[in-house]
């Protein structure tokens, strides 16, 4: 019994797992382009964490499933972005925590206001964004 024990042991200590040698799903995108203004960021599993960002101004739009098949840009609501002035350069981030999008995060790179999404309960695909740090 003990050495079928250790045989077992031993197997499992000397295989491979392949399951970790795997990559994460891939992204498919084109590269960001260094002063566009516009940029798509979405969360690897889920698409209602896809957002269009206005790079320049901070404005933030939500892809909204608004019937069978049908997909829509809607923008959302960017608590205090009125006080910070647009210019001519991209000065706005986005990010997403991977692999869902759980957590979803716009920064303004200038002044370091950050602002974090939140779902509208609802309206569950919806969302608005609160400051959650200021200068």
């Given at each position: 019994?003990?050495?079928?024990?250790?045989?077992?042991?031993?197997?499992?200590?000397?295989?491979?797992?392949?399951?970790?040698?795997?990559?994460?799903?891939?992204?498919?995108?084109?590269?960001a382009v260094?002063?566009?203004?516009?940029?798509?960021?979405?969360?690897?599993?889920?698409?209602?964490?896809?957002?269009?960002?206005?790079?320049?101004?901070?404005?933030?739009?939500?892809?909204?499933?608004?019937?069978?098949?049908?997909?829509?840009?809607e923008e959302?609501?960017?608590?205090?972005?009125?006080?910070?002035?647009?210019?001519?350069?991209?000065?706005?981030?986005?990010?997403?925590?991977?692999?869902?999008?759980?957590?979803?995060?716009?920064?303004?790179?200038?002044?370091?206001?950050?602002?974090?999404?939140?779902?509208?309960?609802?309206?569950?695909?919806?969302?608005?964004?609160?400051?959650?740090?200021?200068?």
């Amino acid at each position: 019994m003990k050495c079928r024990l250790l045989f077992v042991a031993i197997l499992c200590a000397s295989t491979r797992l392949t399951a970790q040698d795997n990559p994460p799903f891939p992204v498919q995108q084109t590269s960001a382009v260094a002063d566009g203004r516009f940029e798509v960021v979405q969360a690897l599993l889920s698409r209602e964490y896809t957002f269009r960002l206005d790079r320049y101004a901070g404005r933030v739009w939500q892809l909204i499933n608004v019937a069978a098949d049908i997909w829509q840009w809607e923008e959302t609501r960017v608590i205090d972005l009125a006080a910070v002035p647009v210019q001519n350069r991209a000065r706005f981030q986005l990010h997403l925590s991977a692999p869902a999008g759980a957590t979803a995060i716009l920064v303004d790179t200038d002044t370091g206001i950050t602002w974090q999404f939140k779902k509208d309960k609802s309206r569950p695909r919806q969302g608005w964004w609160e400051v959650i740090m200021e200068r």
